[in-house]
């Protein structure tokens, strides 16, 4: 079955490589890392967030890593940046959590990717099913979602 992620990579004429696994509740980007035998650093993160006004955005971030709120909110010129319910985050995006991918997402947001994220020369990030990751050079989310750099990496 074809996901509107691969479609949108495919549509886009993007290689990727294919990488299924097990899925596990919870399990987080240490569980795909595991499987899947590569870093987790190297496993991307896609966070639904909204700004005070409930406006969504997307933030790119290794799997390792978390998102510090007040960095990001400073350097997107927001008041606050808080992490949406799962509820409205598959609203929003049209996947459902723990399978979101910022390709194919059903409704246009800003992207911001940890700056970090672009120097690694291999990505493996959600291709928009749970157990489903795709693997492709970072510039993709820069040339296909206008995705701004942005430091904003907090250790776990």
Do not use: W
């Not at 940046?81 to 991918?101: F, I, K, L, M, N």
């Not at 990030?125 to 296909?144: E, F």
Request: net charge positive.
């Amino acid at each position: 079955m074809d996901k509107a992620a691969t479609q949108f990579l495919r549509r886009h004429g993007v290689a990727f490589t294919e990488h299924p696994y097990t899925y596990v509740d919870h399990g987080g980007t240490a569980e795909s890392s595991r499987q899947l035998g590569v870093p987790e650093h190297e496993v991307v993160k896609t966070l639904v967030m909204q700004d005070e006004r409930a406006q969504p955005l997307i933030v790119l971030m290794h799997g390792d890593r978390s998102v510090s709120l007040k960095n990001l909110a400073r350097q997107i010129g927001c008041k606050k940046v808080d992490p949406c319910t799962p509820e409205v985050a598959q609203r929003h995006s049209g996947y459902q959590v723990g399978g979101t991918s910022p390709f194919g997402i059903r409704k246009a947001m800003p992207v911001y990717v940890e700056a970090s994220v672009l120097d690694l020369p291999l990505i493996y990030i959600n291709g928009g099913q749970r157990g489903y990751l795709v693997g492709i050079t970072p510039g993709v989310v820069v040339s296909l979602l206008a995705a701004r750099a942005v430091h904003c990496a907090s250790a776990e």
